[in-house]
């Protein structure tokens, strides 16, 4: 997993509240055995029509908007858990995603890929849409040893919360597993009581 | 102070608490399916690790499955790739899978329950987000991303925050044609689709408890819609009579100390949740979905809600527009092209049978077409013992063999543009059921009125009770 620390950077910013993943990545391309390509297929039929091409509104289309960080309005990753979604967004080359709300399995497939969600006030989202809707060129920093994010080279700025074991993970770019499998001694001791009926 | 039975289940299944609050849960039984598995085997042998416990491992091919002709090759080569990739993963490894051909084979969510897999006070977990059905029997029971298969696979364990706990206790008797489905998409529409985020839901109440257990599964099933990672219900004699005698299920005097040890699992008169809610059951009448998200519901005799009326009119608005619906329309009457029966929330063979009930003798409307997938091959079979698969052939509708289908529209099964199916699955979101696909999510039994009538309409007034206009 990629290491995490500060990042500053442009952004896509797509109004739209309660976007599930299969927006994300609709089911039929979720038929590969690997993480890579997904990408390929982020937002698919928001993006394309059904020959394939580019839907000029759409702001992944747009000429005006790019950047490593997604901004999107409130409740965004709902639906299935097809980790798929957080690997299209990485692939595409989002670093992190920034919304006011944030579903429970997404945030948690998020941050096991390196993709960082934070979750601000919807003040504060409201202030991201209306500063980038009038500069696309305005950047974002997120510092996440701070905890902070910024409306770069404004007063906007506000702290955001995260796990502070999830957090060390992100600094550090490790992942569960490596942790848990350094617990099998307890996991084995756990056994030995654990009654199943 | 007294504990919730959410707390009784989750306390006996942390195996440490780490830094930052999480704690280390360890999991009783993990399934797992053809899509979201292949990654987690491979990062497992990537890794040079093995399986910590492969005997709690239970695998079967459903997302990515053919409904029709399971006995043929799979055509699409990307679908048999796949499926043929969790078969030669489970032989390597040495996981029990119910794969294509399998006399158990079915959706993961309705083969765990009928094979006495899914039992009172377990944890399991499975990487689709409907694995909130089990919590019907009183388990743990959620949704994971594959990196989290894979964290299960690696060691019978997660890494997790424990979640806030929300009863929703609803009272009183369902009305006479409205069932389970209507009961979760009433609760989905009042809390809305985020509400129930960050929470572990308990369902309680007189009218809960007069569930049966495959109508109490199609109420945990849908708990995720409201964002919750799972619902649970304590178990009753309802629960132990459904598990008694099957496949797995414990037998003698394993069986007595199993109900002893289930009959404890209940919240205590004293515990205390972090949000509690209150329905009455007699209120609710039978539900449809109008826009794209599962909480975009109403009774089906009520309005399409205007903007002024709603939260948020730009997603009213989106919504609307996607869906070819006005703002303030009534939906009774509408014509409607597709009628789809299946998914894990409706596929069991309550299901069938009530569907077979009311079309036996009836014929499907001209202007739709009627698919009905059964959960599992077990129920696949069970429907044609009873002979419901010839009353439901008889009426036009077409019974293919199982898998998720068109829930999902991963495989063959998908809807065309723009037009509208109503279907007994789950989600409703933009091009679920396939690109441009018009989805609205009702019971099986406004299904098959719905496929008969070719129309939207009220199933009370088809069951004997009298609908004031």
Request: hydrophobic share 35%; with cysteine; aromatic share 8%.
């Amino acid at each position: 997993m990629e290491k995490f620390g500060i990042l500053e950077s442009t952004v896509v910013p797509i109004k739209v509240k309660d976007i599930d993943t299969d927006q994300i990545i609709p089911a039929r391309f979720l038929k590969a055995t690997s993480r890579e390509g997904f990408g390929e297929n982020l937002f698919r039929d928001w993006r394309f029509d059904e020959q394939g091409n580019p839907k000029p509104d759409f702001v992944l289309n747009s000429a005006r908007y790019s950047g490593s960080i997604l901004v999107a309005d409130e409740n965004f990753g709902c639906g299935s858990s097809r980790e798929h979604a957080a690997w299209a967004l990485v692939d595409y080359g989002f670093r992190a995603v920034v919304s006011s709300y944030f579903a429970d399995i997404f945030k948690g497939n998020a941050l096991n890929n390196g993709l960082l969600p934070v979750q601000v006030s919807p003040e504060f989202l409201k202030e991201i849409f209306k500063h980038t809707e009038e500069n696309p060129q305005q950047y974002l920093l997120i510092n996440l040893p701070d905890q902070t994010i910024s409306i770069s080279e404004t007063e906007f700025s506000e702290q955001f919360e995260i796990n502070s074991y999830k957090k060390m993970c992100m600094l550090n770019g490790y992942d569960d597993i490596d942790f848990l499998l350094s617990k099998k001694a307890d996991i084995e001791a756990f056994e030995k009581q654990h009654i199943e009926f | 102070m007294g504990k919730t039975l959410f707390e009784k289940v989750w306390n006996r299944h942390v195996v440490s608490e780490v830094d930052g609050g999480q704690e280390i849960v360890y999991i009783d039984r993990h399934f797992i399916h053809e899509v979201t598995s292949p990654q987690a085997f491979d990062g497992i042998r990537n890794r040079g690790i093995g399986l910590f416990r492969k005997d709690r491992i239970v695998a079967t091919a459903d997302h990515n499955v053919p409904t029709k002709d399971q006995h043929l090759p799979i055509k699409d080569f990307l679908s048999k790739h796949q499926v043929d990739t969790l078969t030669r993963n489970c032989e390597e490894f040495g996981i029990d899978l119910y794969g294509l051909g399998h006399p158990f084979q079915g959706i993961v969510h309705v083969i765990g329950p009928e094979l006495g897999i899914t039992k009172p006070g377990m944890t399991i977990v499975c990487g689709d987000s409907h694995t909130s059905t089990h919590g019907a029997f009183g388990t743990i029971a959620f949704g994971i991303g594959t990196s989290q298969v894979e964290q299960v696979m690696a060691t019978q364990c997660l890494l997790l925050q424990r979640p806030k706990t929300m009863r929703i206790t609803i009272d009183g008797t369902l009305q006479k044609g409205v069932f389970s489905k209507d009961l979760i998409l009433y609760i989905i529409s009042k809390l809305g689709t985020a509400g129930g985020t960050r929470y572990f839901v308990e369902y309680a109440g007189s009218a809960i408890r007069s569930l049966s257990m495959e109508a109490r599964m199609t109420i945990c099933n849908m708990s995720i819609e409201m964002g919750a990672r799972g619902g649970m219900i304590a178990p009753d004699e309802t629960t132990f009579d459904y598990i008694k005698g099957r496949k797995h299920a414990p037998k003698g005097e394993q069986w007595e100390k199993a109900v002893e040890y289930w009959s404890s699992l209940f919240s205590d008169e004293d515990a205390v949740f972090d949000a509690e809610f209150n329905f009455d059951a007699g209120e609710i009448e039978p539900m449809i979905t109008y826009g794209t998200n599962p909480g975009m519901g109403i009774g089906i005799t009520q309005k399409v809600p205007t903007s002024s009326q709603v939260a948020s009119p730009e997603s009213l608005k989106k919504s609307l527009e996607y869906m070819g619906l006005n703002e303030g329309e009534t939906l009774i009457g509408k014509s409607i092209d597709h009628v789809f029966i299946g998914s894990c929330t409706n596929s069991r063979i309550e299901d069938l049978r009530i569907v077979a009930e009311f079309v036996k003798g009836k014929k499907k409307a001209e202007n739709v077409t009627a698919m009905i997938v059964p959960g599992s091959k077990q129920v696949e079979e069970q429907a044609r013992k009873e002979g419901l698969h010839q009353i439901l052939e008889e009426a036009g509708f077409e019974l293919r063999e199982p898998g998720c289908s068109a829930c999902l529209g991963m495989n063959d099964d998908k809807i065309p543009k723009g037009e509208y199916c109503v279907s007994t699955s789950n989600r409703n979101f933009e091009g679920r059921q396939g690109p441009g696909a018009r989805t609205m999510l009702v019971s099986p039994l406004t299904a098959a009125v719905i496929a008969v009538e070719g129309k939207i309409s009220d199933a009370r007034n088809f069951v004997g009770v009298e609908v004031p206009a």
